[in-house]
């Protein structure tokens, strides 16, 4: 498949459970980006990798945990979450981090936390 | 810090009719404006950007600084355009973070 592709696309999780959130981008880019996006709430960025390097963390709880082993690879590891973290987190990639370059999003993944 | 505000949720407009979509935003320096659009069980994907000056599927927009508004148009909407229409804003020094606005549902009725 090419462009971005997320894994899963649903998940079910209670609050004690420990599980990942999968993004492969399949463009070359060398950025990465993860996105929240909940009922009636703009998009909000979480994190952001350049070259495998966490360039921005906004401000985002420590339960939320991201990874990045290569520029085409980014995880989101999930622990006891909380249920107003369901939501739809979307990951996008794009050629740089610069002001130009356009950020290719994936379908996105759909949690809801019980 | 800087926001990016689509005032109606929801737009409904008859197939033919001219559509405008409303995009206004707070930053006080020079900012980069797009339109991004996600159409049903698809993905989000961009649809143009301010400074690239074109016409995508028949939709303009044009950054008013004075306004600080970056409002989406169309003199003749299709029932294709029905989808999910989001603005964003880059700053000038972020890189790449974009600010999304909330969205705005539009519907082309038949």
């Known amino acids: 498949e090419t462009g971005v592709t997320q894994t899963p696309r649903h998940l079910v999780m209670g609050m004690t459970n420990k599980k990942s959130l999968k993004c492969e981008q399949h463009?070359?880019?060398?950025?990465m980006y993860w996105y929240k996006q909940s009922a009636k709430k703009p998009l909000e960025l979480m994190f952001v990798y350049n070259f495998k390097e966490q360039t921005e963390n906004n401000s985002v709880p420590s339960r939320f945990s991201p990874e990045c082993p290569n520029s085409s690879h980014l995880f989101l590891h999930l622990h006891t979450l909380q249920p107003e973290d369901s939501a739809l987190y979307l990951c996008?990639?794009?050629?740089?981090?610069?002001?130009?370059?356009?950020?290719?999003f994936g379908p996105g993944t759909r949690l809801t936390v019980t | 810090a800087q926001r990016v505000t689509q005032p109606e949720k929801l737009l409904s407009v008859f197939k033919g009719a001219p559509v405008e979509l409303k995009c206004n935003y707070s930053?006080?320096?020079?900012?980069?404006l797009f339109w991004y659009v996600q159409y049903s069980r698809q993905r989000l994907q961009l649809l143009l950007r301010?400074?690239s000056r074109e016409s995508i599927k028949g939709f303009t927009a044009d950054l008013n600084k004075g306004e600080t508004s970056f409002h989406l148009k169309k003199p003749f909407a299709q029932e294709e355009d029905s989808a999910m229409y989001y603005c964003?804003?880059?700053?000038?020094?972020?890189?790449?973070?974009?600010?999304f606005g909330e969205g705005t549902q539009l519907t082309v009725n038949p």
């Open positions: 996008a990639s794009s050629q740089g981090s610069t002001l130009r370059d356009e950020q290719y």
């Open positions: 964003a804003l880059r700053e000038e020094t972020s890189g790449s973070r974009l600010t």
């Open positions: 301010h400074i």
């Open positions: 463009l070359g880019h060398n950025a």
């Open positions: 930053y006080s320096g020079s900012p980069e």
